[in-house]
């Protein structure tokens, strides 16, 4: 855990400085962003099938646009 103490006569502003200063050097946020958007491990057959509904649709969507159905 970080602590920043108040120096004599340190204005508010200058205080809040050094704790972001500090925040940034000890690498917390990069952490924080890390953890909050990690996604749950998809198994390699999900994956994989994903994969080819992905795969089929562009096809068929091409060959829907070359007919000029859309």
Known sequence: MLEVRRKEGETPASLMFRFGKRVKQSGVLTEVRKRRFRRRAVNRR?????????????????????????
């Open 46 to 70: 999900k994956r994989r099938l994903s994969a080819q509904y992905r795969s089929a649709k562009r096809v068929e969507t091409a060959r829907q646009k070359k007919l000029g159905l859309l």
